[in-house]
Nanobody
């Protein structure tokens, strides 16, 4: 099993910044990609940003230029630096990791979610 533990959410004023972290642990052989998704009330879960094992990054148009996704050297922790936050960024943010475990089975794991609220 692969577990993801997120941290860093909270309440911030418009224009402020937050940094989310997500640490993966368990029977991991290789992580191919890690990503952040978000889900606002009444809306579908959407991809915010992802980074693959090669360091290639992909962002939703709505966060380009404001959010930055990165990984630590071991590749098991992913961060999301969120700047110039807007009220429409308010959502529950979920970490996702895809890869293979020590038995060579594929996994697609999710964190429990962390609330980000942007409000004055």
């Amino acid at each position: 099993q692969v577990q993801l533990v997120e941290s860093g959410g909270g309440l911030v004023q418009p224009g402020g910044s937050l940094r989310l972290s997500c640490a993966a642990s368990g029977s991991i052989r290789r992580i191919n990609a890690m990503a952040w998704y978000r889900q606002a009330p009444g809306k579908q879960r959407e991809l915010v940003a992802e980074i693959d094992a090669g360091g290639n990054r992909n962002y939703a148009d709505s966060v380009k230029g404001r959010f930055t996704i990165s990984r630590d050297n071991a590749g098991n922790t992913v961060y999301l630096q969120m700047n110039t936050l807007k009220s429409e960024d308010t959502a529950v943010y979920y970490c996702n990791a895809r890869g293979s475990d020590i038995d060579y089975f594929g996994f697609n794991s999710w964190g429990q979610g962390t609330q980000v609220t942007v409000s004055s």
